[in-house]
């Protein structure tokens, strides 16, 4: 079963501070994505990226959030400064055809 | 903007119980429908994708409708078990790469 591998499993980091949060999605895949679900919330769509650029994002993808794709494996999700509300599980996904697979997640909390 | 609304948003039932969980959305003009079952602390699973076209999928003891003139879904589960205990979530997708998510039905199935 093919998988989608997310480091950090959790990070505490001061407010204030960047973040980058790592995914490995599945190497075939083209879309790949970021949710996050603030405890107790949703899952809330974050950015959406296909062919090296971002496809959709929502407006809680503002000047604070970046992703990248840097070598062609790994996709990247930054958060330049962190606020406490920022604390939530990250999840990223990539998808193929009708499939769409999730990582485990990366739970940020923010003090 | 597109809503997803589950009911109920928890429900225990005793093992070997048949339960409907329910799904509704605002805008019927949905791409396809996809219900997961995410465990605490972990990613998201997909149980079941509908699409557009169809009215229903099923997979074991999973059976999930689709009525999109009256915005609606239903995940049936047919003899429930303790490793059903979860929760199920559905989600729409707005365009061919947007997932939008419910607020999750938390299941417990007890012995």
């Known amino acids: 079963e093919p998988e989608v591998t997310q480091t950090p499993s959790h990070q505490v980091t001061q407010m204030g501070q960047e973040v980058i949060l790592r995914c490995v999605p599945i190497s075939n895949h083209l879309y790949f994505y970021w949710y996050r679900q603030i405890l107790g919330q949703k899952v809330e769509f974050l950015v959406s990226f296909y062919n090296n650029e971002i496809s959709e994002k929502s407006e809680i993808f503002d000047d604070q959030f970046s992703v990248e794709r840097p070598d062609g494996s790994n996709f990247t999700l930054k958060i330049r400064s962190t606020k406490l509300e920022d604390s939530a599980m990250y999840f990223c996904?990539?998808?193929?055809?009708?499939?769409?697979?999730f990582g485990e997640g990366s739970w940020l909390t923010v003090v | 903007k597109q809503e997803v609304t589950q009911i109920p948003a928890a429900l225990s039932v005793p093992e070997g119980e048949n339960l409907v969980l329910n799904c509704s959305f605002t805008d019927s003009a949905i791409y396809n429908l996809q219900w997961f079952r995410q465990d605490p602390g972990k990613g998201l699973t997909s149980l079941l994708l509908i699409q557009s076209s169809q009215r229903e999928q099923t997979s074991g003891r999973l059976n999930a409708s689709l009525d999109k003139s009256s915005g609606r879904s239903t995940l049936y589960i047919a003899a429930s078990q303790p490793g059903d205990s979860a929760t199920y979530l559905c989600?729409?997708?707005?365009?061919?790469?947007?997932?939008?998510f419910g607020t999750g039905t938390r299941l417990q199935v007890f012995p």
């Open positions: 996904a990539s998808l193929q055809g009708n499939t769409i697979y």
């Open positions: 989600a729409v997708w707005e365009v061919a790469d947007k997932l939008i």
